[in-house]
Nanobody, 122 residues
Framework: VQLVESGGGSVQAGGSLRLSCAAS????????MGWFRQAPGKEREFVAG????????VYADSVKGRFTIFRDNAKNTVYLQMNGLKLEDTAVYYC????????????????WGQGTQVTVSS
């Protein structure tokens, strides 16, 4: 499966963005999907994940209550709605697909997109 992220950009603190991850090559409903992010000089970290049906989600504590992950299997797309953005949310955001489980571990995701930059300014 190929994953392509979009929707990144620059926003002021407190603003919102919606990231999209479009899948091709195989239906996205086959996969557990996750969003990760990586800031300069830091390791890639888990942001949010959703199971195959969209019924179950998990979030990093740092984004809980502000970010929402959801999927539209009919459109083969997964989304990350980001509200109340903070300076520390600045990073490259990556979409990932995994076959094994809904997990915050990068090791359980088999396919990755190229990333989309999110920059939050004061």
């Amino acid at each position: 499966v190929q994953l392509v992220e979009s929707g990144g950009g620059s926003v002021q603190a407190g603003g919102s963005l919606r990231l999209s991850c479009a899948a091709s090559g195989r239906t996205v409903s086959t996969y557990y999907m996750g969003w990760f992010r990586q800031a300069p000089g830091k390791e890639r970290e888990f942001v949010a994940g959703v199971d195959k049906s969209g019924s179950n989600t998990v979030y990093a504590d740092s984004v809980k209550g502000r970010f929402t992950i959801f999927r539209d299997n009919a459109k083969n797309t997964v989304y990350l709605q980001m509200n109340g953005l903070k300076l520390e949310d600045t990073a490259v955001y990556y979409c990932a697909a995994g076959l094994v489980a809904l997990s915050p571990s990068t090791r359980l995701y088999n396919y990755w997109g190229q990333g989309t930059q999110v920059t939050v300014s004061s």
